[in-house]
């Protein structure tokens, strides 16, 4: 994947979505790796939550195409971390809701066993669809 960097693609129109969404300064991360260290789930990420945070700071709308921005448990254990406060969940959740809005969809809800339905938590299954549904 070959990727051109400017000036106008790190203030683009995706980069102000994110942080808007989010409420976070995608350039406050100074890129420590801590969030990547700490992660409980990074092994199964195909991207690390600091490759995330850097391809959204430059601009690179390919991150919406990660499955890491669907794996990540929002378990606050990056924040915690940071020496920066930055809140990767709020920029990860921002990222599933732009991808969601480009029709991005992760779960068939037809699909879904009833039985499945009838014993999960209601939490967990709202929890799924405002992660994996639009």
């Given at each position: 994947m070959?990727?051109?960097i400017?000036?106008?693609?790190?203030?683009?129109?995706?980069?102000s979505?994110?942080?808007?969404?989010?409420?976070?300064?995608?350039?406050?991360?100074?890129?420590?790796?801590?969030?990547?260290?700490?992660?409980?789930?990074?092994?199964?990420?195909?991207?690390?939550?600091?490759?995330?945070?850097?391809?959204?700071?430059?601009?690179?709308?390919?991150?919406?195409e990660?499955?890491?921005?669907?794996?990540?448990?929002?378990?606050?254990?990056?924040?915690?971390?940071?020496?920066?406060?930055?809140?990767?969940?709020?920029?990860?959740?921002?990222?599933?809701?732009?991808?969601?809005?480009?029709?991005?969809?992760?779960?068939?809800?037809?699909k879904?066993?009833k039985?499945?339905?009838?014993?999960?938590?209601q939490?967990?299954?709202?929890?799924?669809?405002?992660?994996?549904?639009?």
């Open positions: 070959r990727t051109t400017s000036a106008k693609k790190v203030r683009s129109d995706f980069v979505e994110v942080e808007e969404i989010s409420g976070e300064d995608l350039l406050a991360c100074n890129q420590c790796g801590k969030c990547s260290a700490g992660c409980p789930v990074a092994s199964v990420m195909d991207l690390l939550p600091s490759q995330v945070i850097r391809m959204a700071q430059l601009g690179m709308e390919e991150v919406l990660s499955r890491t921005i669907w794996i990540c448990a929002s378990c606050l254990t990056c924040v915690t971390r940071c020496p920066k406060g930055v809140d990767l969940p709020r920029l990860m959740e921002a990222l599933r809701e732009i991808a969601l809005r480009a029709g991005a969809t992760e779960i068939d809800l037809n879904l066993p039985d499945l339905v009838d014993e999960l938590p939490l967990a299954i709202v929890g799924g669809f405002r992660k994996y549904i639009k």
